[in-house]
């Protein structure tokens, strides 16, 4: 076996089973040298499939390499190393052995060549994220743990499913030798389960709460993890399974708009931050449905900016919650007084989510509206613009401003430990590097056929126009924004309220039947048991002491009887 | 600098009201100058309007409005106390 045979995944895998032996500064150097580890591995994979082997007759490809495996492998391992650095001191054991255990099978789903290997990591996925979400250890984390794991389960059910179509139609798991649509042909169910089970897990309708309902129940450190990968890799399997596909446009547009609306009337400055994962995603799932060259390179550069982003954003909001024990917006502000350092790598995060100049979202997100002005998209286009000043408007500044400034909350909280700072620092310095510096990231994109400029007078202006006066609407809006101490119904409300009355409905008919079933059978065994005690109870015919008179009796007319019946 | 302001009474320089008002300033000459800026790029303009100096902050503003109070109707119906899902 050669090193490019061996699935970078596995090295993080195998550190989260070595994790909890370890202590000290060995266990601190296996959480920051794994992820390093694993993304020289993932420079060692060449082009083509590495690895091959038979599985029910079925040719499967473990570990096959393309630029595009790559470019994931290489921000999933930044990012484990990051969110590594973030929670070395402050996380579980647990939490951080399931996190590695997570990252790893999202690199395993980056460089599989068949749909076998990325359903065994896509299910690996599920089981890592949802310890990492047990292992806040509260009783809210338990439950939304449990609503999650229930969604992703679901999910995988639903690609299995498509994949035995797959297998069915085509008697091959290849993956990636072309869109599945144009493999399968959009006839097949096979297509549409294995999208839906690809769907659920970017957090597109109509499942997508189960994101901002579980995410902002982990830990301070768990969600910086959580952000990154199950949404990205789904981000990876649409690109590379269904570019082109038109529907994704419209799906990414709603996820783009729900993430806005939602936000907006969100208190709990994580759930603001799990509703902008949402939005996010939906501009990489519109660019893939776009499906040119120019757009699927912007979606694919979006997914490594944003990963960054966000996470610096959440762990800005996890120092918040870490330092304070508070989340909601109405109970924080004033915190940029004695948390300068968090205060201000979250307001890089917020201004590379919201695209400004200078900053990696900028030289990601408009590749995407580049895309649908050239393919002469005008609805999209204009949704996509409105959409961007929107970005600002929700994240960008709606959640420094109401965590950080707006009222004086009393709290002088200071800024978290080193190891948290640090790895802040670093995301902070990755989002400002790659929007000054572009050319690294695009060097590095799945297709060399399109060459961007993101720095011309016109797009520059434009951003400028849009992200500046949607601050105007802000703050001239700003007491219809008002925090109420207030949540948002959404399609969890389903299985949170409508399926437990009918289950509560369900259980008292139920337990009605059952009731009369038992007074029923009680009476019954009553009745049997008064029999036998009738006949053999202590004054019961069978059990009464004869005196031997009587006996004798009784023995005589019995052999009498004997007798008549022998001669008959 | 951190005990200049640690006094009850005495503001943290930034929310003191005269900072305030001078953002507010910066703001509004910043926000001029990106407008007066398109006037002196080559703005491609793919679709109607958009060819104009002044479309993405009539554009920026007006979306922005329209998503706050497009989110504060549905808020009408969506928005639940947050101890909901709670009993």
Redesign the interface.
């Known amino acids: 076996m050669t090193i490019d045979q061996i699935s970078p995944g596995l090295v993080l895998i195998v550190s989260a089973f070595a994790l909890p032996f370890l202590r000290g500064w060995l266990r601190a150097a296996l959480i920051l040298l794994g992820p390093l580890v694993a993304l020289w591995l993932v420079w060692q994979i060449p082009d083509g499939a590495m690895l091959t082997t038979k599985f029910m007759g079925l040719d499967l490809v473990p570990v096959k390499g393309d630029r595009l495996s790559r470019l994931f492998g290489t921000i999933f391992c930044i990012m484990a190393f990051a969110g590594g650095l973030f929670a070395l001191r402050q996380a579980r054991t647990i939490e951080l052995s399931a996190a590695m255990f997570y990252a790893g099978s999202a690199v395993g789903v980056a460089f599989a060549g068949d749909l076998i290997t990325v359903f065994v990591f896509w299910e690996l996925m599920a089981l890592g994220s949802t310890v990492v979400i047990w292992s806040s250890d509260t009783d809210a984390a338990r439950k939304a743990g449990l609503r999650y794991v229930m969604i992703h389960l679901l999910g995988g059910v639903l690609l299995m499913a498509g994949i035995v179509d797959f297998v069915a139609a085509k008697n091959t798991v290849a993956f990636g030798i072309g869109p599945i649509q144009e493999v399968l042909t959009v006839n097949r169910p096979g297509t549409w389960l294995i999208l839906a089970g690809f769907l659920i897990n970017a957090g597109a309708p109509p499942l997508s709460a189960w994101l901002p309902d579980a995410y902002p129940e982990s830990s301070p450190t768990g969600m910086v993890f959580l952000s990154a990968f199950t949404t990205k890799t789904a981000v990876y399997v649409l690109w590379r399974g269904f570019q082109g596909f038109d529907v994704l446009i419209w799906i990414g547009l709603f996820m783009v708009?729900y993430g806005?609306?939602y936000a907006?009337?969100e208190?709990?400055m994580r759930r603001i931050l799990a509703y902008s994962i949402v939005n996010q995603v939906g501009f990489m799932v519109c660019g893939i449905g776009i499906g040119t060259d120019m757009a699927l390179n912007g979606a694919a550069a979006h997914a490594f900016t944003h990963i960054i982003y966000k996470a610096l954003l959440l762990m800005s909001a996890g120092s918040v919650l870490y330092m304070t024990g508070k989340r909601?917006c109405t109970d924080l502000g004033?915190l940029?007084?004695?948390m300068p350092l968090t205060c201000i790598c979250g307001i890089i995060g917020a201004l590379a989510i919201s695209s400004f100049p200078l900053t990696s979202g900028f030289i990601s997100k408009s590749m995407i509206s580049q895309a649908a002005?050239d393919q002469?998209l005008?609805l999209v286009?204009?949704l996509l613009?409105?959409a961007s000043?929107?970005v600002f408007?929700?994240a960008g500044i709606k959640f420094p401003w109401f965590v950080f400034?707006q009222k004086?909350s009393g709290m002088r909280p200071p800024d978290p430990p080193w190891n948290m700072r640090l790895a802040m620092i670093l995301f902070a310095a990755l989002c400002i590097g790659l929007g000054v510096w572009p050319e690294p990231l695009y060097q590095i994109l799945p297709l060399q056929s399109v060459t961007y400029k993101p720095y011309?007078?016109?797009h520059?202006?434009?951003?400028?126009?849009?992200?500046?006066?949607?601050?105007?609407?802000?703050f001239v809006?700003l007491p219809?924004?008002k925090r109420?101490?207030?949540?948002?119904?959404?399609v969890d409300w389903f299985w949170?309220?409508f399926g437990a009355r009918l289950a509560r409905e369900f259980a008292i008919r139920s337990n009605r039947a059952r009731g009369l079933t038992a007074d029923r059978m009680q009476n019954r065994l009553e009745k049997a048991l008064e029999t036998v005690f009738h006949f053999h109870g202590p004054k019961g015919i069978l059990a009464r002491t004869w005196d031997t008179g009587t006996t004798t009796l009784v023995i005589v007319g019995l052999l009498a009887a004997y007798l008549v019946i022998y001669f008959v | 600098m951190?005990d200049k302001?640690d006094k009850p009474g005495d503001l943290?320089w930034?929310?003191r009201p005269q900072t305030i008002r001078r953002l507010w300033v910066v703001?509004a000459v910043?926000?001029a100058l990106?407008?007066v800026?398109?006037l002196?790029?080559?703005?491609?303009g793919?679709?109607v309007w958009?060819g104009e100096f002044?479309?993405?902050?009539?554009?920026?503003?007006a979306?922005?409005?329209a998503?706050?109070?497009?989110?504060?109707a549905?808020?009408i119906?969506?928005?639940?106390?947050?101890n909901?899902?709670d009993d």
């Not at chain 1, 520059?460 to 802000?474: D, N, P």
């Open positions: 708009f806005i609306i907006l009337l208190n709990d909601k004033g940029f007084q004695s002005a002469h005008a286009w204009f613009a409105a000043a929107g408007l929700h400034f004086d011309t007078g016109y520059v202006v434009e951003m400028l126009q849009l992200l500046l006066f949607s601050g105007l609407a802000f809006l219809f924004m109420t101490l207030t949540i948002s119904l959404d949170r309220r | 951190a302001h943290h930034l929310v703001f910043v926000l990106t407008v800026a398109g002196f790029v080559d703005l491609p793919h679709f958009d002044w479309f993405f902050a009539a554009y920026g503003f979306t922005c409005a998503m706050v109070f497009g989110a504060k549905l808020g119906f969506l928005k639940r106390p947050d909901y899902y």
